[in-house]
């Protein structure tokens, strides 16, 4: 193929990831977004086979038919609930493939076109050796990540002393093994990079808490994409370049306004959450007195209310509950109830976690809004409904400075009238904090599995 137009083709697939990007912004574009991003990979796979020469196709095939299939079963048994470990585990693949590729180049630079062993130009080698740090600490904090969203890996901060100085010092020796790379050209170093951004990887996620997850993810889709855009470098591709830079700013740019949401410390986090460890987990408090009611009383509530705000969370998607509390919904609104879904920026697990479920039951785009939007109508709403929220709801990062939570932007849930809490059990949330609305007076705990408790009211509003 010949290489102008091989750029030209490459330059249409860029495109359609600006715009798929651009379609992903709001729920009602995001399908046509996913659409052009998959025009837009099919664009670039299929281009770049025919411009590498040599290219064993019956290989690729091959990778093709193993990769497409684990990834379409995986795709059709994955639970939403699940989205979040499953975006954790591809980010790690994506650091791997990084690193492997970086590998490759360096034993056969020849093939890429960068000269030959031993005689590796510089710029090649700064490349290879920052696209191999930032994969490395892609694919273990990925797999950390992972481990903490599935239950494997504790949720709580795990911290020890002197742990910001080690990265500190890990991060000075990476800096230091690059140069060493460049001068010497030798397999040491570089290998010595692999290991100690593989430590550095882990060591940067696991004090961070399980309420700043969703940051995690998000960052760590940023770190993906610099690692792909540095690899492309080496390679000297230029989609490879320009989707892994697209996606490194996205993801920064978001991790950037969720921290920002939720009070939080860009750098902060991004150097394994500095200062995490001054703020203690607040303990349960679970020999509290609280109030527990039924779907009956939830129903009679909200039935005879002016305006019910939901605010979903994690405990709704675990339970699949989505589509029964949009039947809910529905028989309130028949009622000439006003409703409304509030939205915490890191509802759930994942960045839009709780879009994508409300959207999956087919609540309509106008009835969800975010916190920013709904925030100060809590004082004039009759009932909260809050289904399987907790952190987000939790009046204590407003008030406790030794909250681990402390200053994070929460749903001003306390100042309704009436809040029907929707939990299995009176336990804390994934942060590890109690929370002390429910024992407030106007608090009345619906303590079972969210679904089920979304079919009784059902039932009960349909009497």
Known sequence: MDKDFAALLYLVASVCFILALRGLSHPETSRNGLRFGMVGMAIAVLTTLFVVPE??????????????TIGT????????????QLVAAFHSLVGLAAVLVALA????????????????????????????????????????????????????????PMQHWLNLALGILTVALVVWVCTTQASLPFWLIILVTLALGILIIIPIGGADMPVVISMLNSYSGWAACGIGFTLENNLLIITGALVGAAG??????????????????????????????????????????????AAFLMRNADKVMIVPGYGMAVAQAQHTLREMVDLLKAEGVEVKYAIHPVAGRMPGHMNVLLAEANVPYDEVFEMDEVNREFGETNVAFVIGANDVTNPSAKTDPSSPIYGMPVLDVEKAQNVLFVKRSMSSGYAGVDNPLFYMDQTMMLLDDAKKMCEHIVKALEK
Do not use: H, W
């Open 105 to 160: 180049a360096f034993y056969d630079p020849a093939a890429y076109g960068i000269g030959s062993p031993g005689d590796i130009k510089v710029s090649s080698l700064i490349e290879m050796s920052i696209g191999t740090a930032i994969g490395a600490i892609t694919f273990t904090g990925s797999i950390v990540a992972f481990g903490k969203l599935q239950g494997l890996v504790s949720g709580k901060p795990v911290t020890f």
């Open 73 to 84: 079963v995986i795709a059709l048994r994955i639970q939403m609930t699940a989205l979040p």
């Open 252 to 297: 920064a740019i978001l991790s950037y306004i969720m921290c920002k949401g939720m009070n939080r410390s860009f750098i902060s986090v991004i150097l394994g959450g500095f200062g995490g460890e001054s703020a203690a987990a607040g303990a349960d408090d679970t020999d509290r007195t609280y109030r527990q009611g039924s779907a009956e009383d």
């Open 55 to 68: 290219v064993n196709y019956l290989l690729i095939l091959a990778g093709v038919a193993v990769g497409g």
